[in-house]
């Protein structure tokens, strides 16, 4: 067995000794940045304000990533492999396509037994968060992407519930000639995609066309998924400085495998293999996952139209949006047939409908010596399952869809009416915003042999935000600000009780106070430097109560303390070499004590410490490239009594190479990438509180991908 510290290899260590940073954004100034520092570094956001900023200028922790770092000799499968060069964020490939990544902002969300709650997600200004705060970032298309733009502390929470940080995804807008594009890629464990897109504009009309299928056998023991994902966008430009947009996207993932979590014991015995189950006495070496088939179905549609329309320097933007999504999920039980009437069974099966809308309207109005702008908005959504739960076993025969024991309908809903004002003067920015959320949970129990669960619970919370800049030179800003944010128990998390049965209607919601002070500063033309301490205190904050089987019930606890600092130096050097670094330090801690845990334990699922590092190379021609990358994150806890033994630390090197070529119409492009080049041998990611004490989610080796693509322009 390798040895397991948080340690930085050389090159780790080279890096973070050397001024490194690589632009994560868009190599060119936008057009009305000409009073700004003059750096290509400094990219146009609209996270945060909801209209077009600086990100120089924003008093937010803004990063954005650009189309160059998402698609890096990647084959665009897992936002997490280009989300790693954001600073204050967390997101984890669990090597389990069954429950998607695991995303963390500032410890918020680091908890999720699946999908991504405390951090809004959002694509094309469509929530692929739910009202209830629960998302999935398995429906971003990163095929299509331009850019995706991460807001953390304050400023995340004019988002709303569940707002810890935003992740939101700007597919590229048509343009320029038709062209076509095929892009496939294969790799280590199966790995296999197959990418086809179309695109262009002619006149005020404009589309892009995308379907892609991807597939692999999995680096864990049942662990093989085949997803496909379609995508559409279409854009009239119906006159001077008006936009109709329409979306569509779709996602399928049939009979995905899920190799769920394991014990310390079995990681370190073979991180490959599954946890075998005891219990059964037909097949001794059985696991788990293979005893019960473990597995989700997913089918996934969604369609979004809005409108954007300026008046001169006010603007107006309409969206609505609607969707569906179906899942069907297998679980394990190792008690199996003797679950309690209580139980709710081991099948998963809903039909969500979902649809919203957010309208809001900005103007811009001189005030005093300076301009006042003011955002005035209104955002609803509404989601609708109709829920049924089935004992997963027929006889002796597990894994199959048994007898009913849950049918229920259950309606989740949220308006928020919000507003935002910005007055700039002279070199000072102030900001001040204001939001409304009320959020609504009903359930109408349908299955009443073990009871009536049926019942509702409303939330509503108030968040105001304060903040300010100041221009101290045209090369250094410094800002502060300071904001109230909540989460509401997600429907999930509202299922279970700690017992077992029924809903769990008495959980509260969570409050925080966050506060933050940063400073921008443009070292160089090409080198920026971005810096923010922070502190979040919480009260209430939602933990597991208990986690078995993929059934996971929570408890509010006590208060919670998040402080830290984060920091990112981009920089083009000379030569066509260009560096990025990304570094956090958080301590995350119980501030309180409570049942079981000590004051002063680490939140679980949160390192303390995480580092980014790139130094990369093309050519002046840009026919060539190559870089090497390092990720590192300290230790992880599993449980908040701090007992399980934590996921070791762990520092990877990462290289890639690639080619493009321009023929004629043609452009043709290859690349190579090898990830943990130094074969380390890691904990990916943790399962919080499981009660099995099979917290963990090993990671791959070594492994390699391989891509190529060619387009052609007409």
Same mark, same amino acid.
């Not at 951090?119 to 299509?144: E, R, S, Y």
């Given at each position: ?37 003059? &750096? ?26 650009? &189309? ?13 492999e280009a989300l790693a060069a954001v600073p204050g964020l967390v997101v984890q490939n669990r090597q389990n396509y069954a429950q998607d990544l695991q995303v963390s902002s500032r410890g918020f969300g680091a908890r999720s037994a699946f999908g991504v709650r405390g951090v809004k997600l959002i694509a094309d200004g469509v929530p692929a968060t739910m009202p209830d705060g629960q998302g999935q970032a398995a429906t971003f298309n990163l095929d299509m992407a331009e850019r995706i733009e991460v ?183 190792? @008690? ?64 199959? @869809? ?70 101290v030179t045209p090369a250094l800003n410094v800002y502060a600000s300071a904001a109230r944010g909540f989460e509401t128990p997600t429907l999930n998390e509202l299922f279970y009780s700690g017992s077992g049965a029924g809903f769990n209607f008495g959980l509260g919601a969570a409050t925080s106070t966050q506060l933050e002070a940063g400073a921008k500063a443009m070292l160089a033309r090409d080198v920026r430097l971005n810096a923010a301490l922070f502190q979040v205190r919480t009260s209430d904050e ?63 699922g949160v390192p303390r410490t995480s580092l980014f590092g790139e130094l990369a190379w093309k050519d002046a021609g840009d026919r060539y490239g190559a870089a090497l990358e390092t990720v590192a994150n300290g230790k992880v806890y599993a449980e908040d009594a701090n007992a399980a033994q934590p996921a070791p630390g762990y520092a990877l090197v990462n290289a890639r190479v690639q080619a493009n070529q321009q023929l004629q119409g043609w452009r043709l492009r290859e690349y190579a990438r090898v ?23 090993? &990671? ?15």
């Amino acid at each position: 067995m390798k040895q397991h510290v948080f340690r930085l290899n050389a090159v780790a260590a080279l890096f973070a000794a050397t001024p490194l940073l690589a632009s994560a954004g868009p190599a060119s100034n936008p057009p009305d940045a000409a009073d700004a520092p003059a &750096a290509p570094i400094s990219v146009v956001v609209v996270s945060g304000s909801r209209s077009e900023h600086l990100s120089f200028d924003l008093p937010a922790a803004i990063d954005v990533v650009g &189309a160059e770092r998402i698609g890096a000799a990647q084959p665009r499968v897992n936002a997490s492999e280009a989300l790693a060069a954001v600073p204050g964020l967390v997101v984890q490939n669990r090597q389990n396509y069954a429950q998607d990544l695991q995303v963390s902002s500032r410890g918020f969300g680091a908890r999720s037994a699946f999908g991504v709650r405390g951090v809004k997600l959002i694509a094309d200004g469509v929530p692929a968060t739910m009202p209830d705060g629960q998302g999935q970032a398995a429906t971003f298309n990163l095929d299509m992407a331009e850019r995706i733009e991460v807001l953390r502390g304050p400023f995340s929470t004019l988002y709303g519930n569940h707002a810890g940080g935003v992740v939101q995804l700007f597919t590229r807008d048509p343009k320029g000639a038709p062209n076509i594009e095929l892009n496939v890629a294969g790799g280590s464990d199966g790995l296999r995609k197959t990418d086809l897109n179309a695109g262009g504009k002619q006149g005020s009309f404009g589309w892009l066309l995308d379907a892609s299928r991807f597939e692999t056998d999995g680096y864990r023991a049942h662990s093989a998924a085949t997803r496909d994902q379609a995508y559409a966008k279409l854009v009239f430009d119906a006159a001077p400085g008006a936009r109709l947009t329409l979306t569509a996207s779709g996602l399928r993932q049939d009979d995905t495998q899920d190799p769920l979590g394991v014990s310390w014991a079995t990681w370190q015995r073979d991180p490959r293999a599954g946890e075998i189950d005891t219990t059964d006495t037909q097949a001794p070496q059985r696991t788990l996952a293979d005893r019960y088939n473990t597995r989700k179905s997913i089918d996934h549609q969604q369609l979004g139209l809005s409108w954007d329309q300026r008046f001169g320097d006010d603007r107006l933007h309409l969206s609505v949006y609607g969707g569906n999504r179906r899942v069907i999920q297998y679980q394990s039980f190792s @008690k199996g047939f003797q679950a309690p009437v209580t139980h709710s069974g081991g099948v998963v099966d809903f039909d969500r409908d979902f649809y919203g809308f957010d309208a809001n309207w900005m103007m811009a109005r001189p005030l005093g010596d300076g301009t006042l702008r003011t955002t005035l908005g209104l955002e609803a959504g509404k989601s609708r399952d109709g829920r049924q739960g089935f004992e997963n076993f027929i006889g002796n025969e597990f894994g199959v @869809k048994g007898k009913l024991r849950r049918d229920e309908e259950d309606d989740v809903r949220n308006v928020d009416p919000y507003l935002q004002l910005e007055w700039e003067l002279g070199r000072w920015v102030f900001t001040g915003g204001l939001r409304r959320s009320q959020v609504s949970f009903d359930v109408a129990d349908r299955y009443l042999s073990n009871g009536n669960d049926s019942g509702s619970v409303d939330y509503r919370h108030t968040t105001p935000l304060l903040g300010v800049l100041y221009k101290v030179t045209p090369a250094l800003n410094v800002y502060a600000s300071a904001a109230r944010g909540f989460e509401t128990p997600t429907l999930n998390e509202l299922f279970y009780s700690g017992s077992g049965a029924g809903f769990n209607f008495g959980l509260g919601a969570a409050t925080s106070t966050q506060l933050e002070a940063g400073a921008k500063a443009m070292l160089a033309r090409d080198v920026r430097l971005n810096a923010a301490l922070f502190q979040v205190r919480t009260s209430d904050e939602l933990v597991v109560d208990a986690s078995s089987g993929g059934r996971t019930s929570y408890r509010n606890a006590s208060a919670t303390l998040r402080q830290g600092l984060e920091l990112s130096l981009d920089a083009e050097l000379r030569a066509g070499f260009s560096a990025r670094v990304a570094a956090t330090l958080l301590r995350a801690i119980y501030d309180q004590a409570f049942t079981g845990v000590a004051e002063g334990n680490r939140l679980p699922g949160v390192p303390r410490t995480s580092l980014f590092g790139e130094l990369a190379w093309k050519d002046a021609g840009d026919r060539y490239g190559a870089a090497l990358e390092t990720v590192a994150n300290g230790k992880v806890y599993a449980e908040d009594a701090n007992a399980a033994q934590p996921a070791p630390g762990y520092a990877l090197v990462n290289a890639r190479v690639q080619a493009n070529q321009q023929l004629q119409g043609w452009r043709l492009r290859e690349y190579a990438r090898v990830n943990n080049l130094l074969d380390r041998t890691y904990i990916g990611s943790v399962i919080v509180g499981d009660s099995n004490k099979r917290y963990y989610e090993p &990671a791959p080796g070594r492994n390699w991908v391989l891509g190529l693509s060619a387009q052609y322009q007409f």
